[in-house]
């Protein structure tokens, strides 16, 4: 069961010469389902820095796994599958289907990132995980 | 009263440093309603290429006059307002609003593009104007 | 005589199924020789604002005619060719060829936005133009 | 020692709210660096395609590790550190540095794809060895 999923529709200009998507479109669409949970669970990125008082929820690491193409006109069913709460990181776990055919399947690691003597560094995401509901 | 309309929800990867939307997403967007417009009323691009023995429904010309920034979580309600008809192009007016504030307008002017004689050329418009049922 | 140009590599993925760009990149090449303007001559973007004391150099109108195609692999000339300095914007116009081919011509209006008594507006470019040492 | 490097210049407009680099367009530099690669080798991505009789030179796997951020205005040498060649797939590991710092370091998996029978499969990566000059 998704913990959260969003729908993407795949137009003509995501799609390269071979005829399907431009592979970093996955990763556009991936981050964009993140910031959606941020918006719904707690009023979106910058609330959340103000909130945490952090200069950004980051990327640590992304990666994809493309199991089959998606192409003009379909629709993406993208959805997070799991959060694994680490002391310093968090990592998203993600997948994307066409009409029940698996398109994707990935993760994103990310730090909550916060100034400190001036230097950044990343934060224990405590803060990020009750924000959020979890 | 809008011939065609959808809805984008602007994320936060769609904006640049000044915290508003960078403006070739617009125009990417502009180009997507277009292309939904394809989709929902003659099965989409592709489909209308082999229908109307096109290469493509490629842009001419380009146009927005920016009225006011949109931000992250904002959604947009983009619409197409009129299509006037000419003989080897067409010119697609739109416009885009958040929560009812006027975010810009604009226009495409576009061809179908044929192959004849081993060149290129704008073909007559009026396939596709039947083809998309005006 | 360009006023400034830079090269642009058109890459796989900047194309479309038709095999050619996909239009909203030659926005994005088009802010981005704008943008390399402001880092040759004065530092750039962010340190422009804090010298102005503005939010940001930005967009009110933008415009491209689309002469001919380029594709992947082709070295775009992309030059600004003439800025037209007004009261509160100013016209940037461009054009770009591959091997001496014209691919586009279009036009950028542009303004210096600051804030004042809480609102955003436009401001005198004077400062703009004397940083930018036209 | 790198097996193939090329430049990118950040813009403004490849920056996010938090005035770093959106994390998908360092996907975007690793597919052009790589085909960047294929048009010096072997004129490109089309070439490579009818010379293999193959559809596409795709992606199986992609991964980023970011190290430290980018952000306007920087100059990112973007390198091709290793190909290693297995089977039917292919795997490109990638660093990038500003100014001798490291931003990131990853890999893409990529496969040649074929039709055969009417179905999409992943070949032998010997030819495409071969014609890269590996």
Request: net charge negative.
């Amino acid at each position: 069961m998704a913990v959260f999923s969003q729908g993407v529709d795949v137009s003509f200009g995501d799609c390269d010469p071979a005829g399907i998507v431009f592979y970093p479109n996955y990763f556009r669409w991936m981050d964009a389902t993140f910031h959606r949970l941020l918006s719904e669970r707690a009023g979106g990125h910058a609330q959340l820095c103000r909130q945490l008082e952090a200069k950004g929820i980051g990327l640590m690491e992304a990666r994809l796994s493309f199991r089959s193409p998606a192409t003009e006109g379909q629709h993406l069913d993208y959805r997070i599958t799991q959060i694994e709460w680490g002391g310093r990181s968090l990592v998203v776990s993600y997948e994307a289907d066409v009409a029940g055919r698996r398109v994707l399947d990935g993760m994103e690691r990310r730090g909550v990132f916060v100034m400190s003597d001036g230097h950044m560094s990343a934060a224990n995401v405590e803060g990020l995980k009750l924000a959020l509901g979890f």
